[in-house]
């Protein structure tokens, strides 16, 4: 990147740069609240070039803390800015402490991580990520759905728990949005044949993995089966009992004909090796959070920039 201007402050212990080029602008803040701890931020934009000859820019804030024992917590949030250039100036896309606002005027990919990593290595690591498809989605009806992923890992178990649901924020404006980092519910057919995600989900149920990591390996991995269902709307391979001989080629859970079906292709709908059996979905594939205390403890993670 060609910088066109670069500006270095210092004022009370605060350090600041601002880099800018023709199409970005990177804000850098290093503030030293008290010894040996700090709090780091970093906001900006850069263009994307054009897609369909529609200027795009991905806004980014990312806000950190760090103590004097090492342990961090930090937010980062970034999404893609159509034919408009990100207000950097602490209002409107970004709020009075330069982080990216929710109700700014994104149009697509709105995405939102926390993450608690401690430095004690027998405590638990947390991490919260969601994501918004587009259009200021969750103020539209008809997507107000968080993609929302959630995992603790502990390095000295060599143990982790994964959850994987979708979060709702009502399609209110304005607030926090903090349902939208939380799972609230399952959708079992988010983009299937004859899918209503009105009215097709599992209240309080999201998928769950238990991760296990080999040695001094970085990878973790599933220890138990991975998610494994026909996408039905009620989230059982047929919602109407009976046995495996019930279900039929072409016709949705409810028996319907499955006419609204993608390419020419008929939609073979859950008649597959893996999903053609009739039965409930087993623990390891979906579970009630409501009183899952793992969740919550997970859930319960530090948000840096809450008040």
């Known amino acids: 990147i060609s910088f066109t201007s670069v500006t270095w402050s ?25 010894e040996g701890e700090y709090a780091n931020n970093i906001w900006g934009y850069f263009g994307l070039g054009d897609n369909d000859l529609v200027v795009e820019y991905l806004a980014f804030s990312m806000y950190g803390l760090k103590d004097s024992s090492g342990n961090q917590k930090i937010k980062f949030i970034s999404a893609i800015f159509e034919g408009t250039t990100p207000n950097t100036g602490g209002s409107g ?7 990216l606002e929710f109700t700014s005027s994104w149009t697509r990919d709105h995405r939102t991580i926390i993450m608690n990593d401690s430095s004690d290595n027998s405590a638990d690591k947390l991490m919260k990520y969601s994501w918004v ?26 143990s982790g728990v994964a959850y994987y649901g979708y979060g709702n924020d009502g399609g209110t404006s304005g607030g926090d949005h903090a349902n939208r980092l939380s799972i609230t519910n399952f959708l079992c057919n988010w983009t299937g044949p004859g899918n209503d995600q009105s009215t097709s989900f599992k209240q309080n149920f999201a998928q769950k993995q238990v991760l296990t990591r080999s040695g001094t390996k970085s990878m973790w991995t599933p220890s138990e089966s991975y998610i494994d269902y026909a996408p039905t709307r009620s989230c059982t391979d047929n919602p109407s009992g009976g046995s495996a001989g019930t279900r039929v080629l072409n016709q949705y859970s409810t028996g319907d004909a499955a006419t609204h079906v993608v390419g020419t292709a008929p939609f073979n709908y859950g008649l597959t090796t893996s999903m053609g059996e009739a039965r409930l979905l087993s623990s390891s594939e979906l579970q009630d959070i409501s009183s899952d205390t793992v969740y919550d403890a997970i859930n319960a993670i530090v948000d840096p920039t809450a008040p």
């Open 10 to 34: 210092e004022s009370s212990g605060a350090y600041s740069l601002v880099l800018n080029t023709s199409d970005s602008e990177f804000n850098i803040k290093t503030n030293k609240t008290s």
């Open 133 to 158: 498809a587009g259009n200021n989605a969750p103020l539209i009806a008809a997507d107000s759905y968080s993609r929302t992923f959630m995992a603790k890992i502990n390095e000295d178990s060599n």
């Open 93 to 99: 896309d970004y709020d009075s402490n330069n982080l």
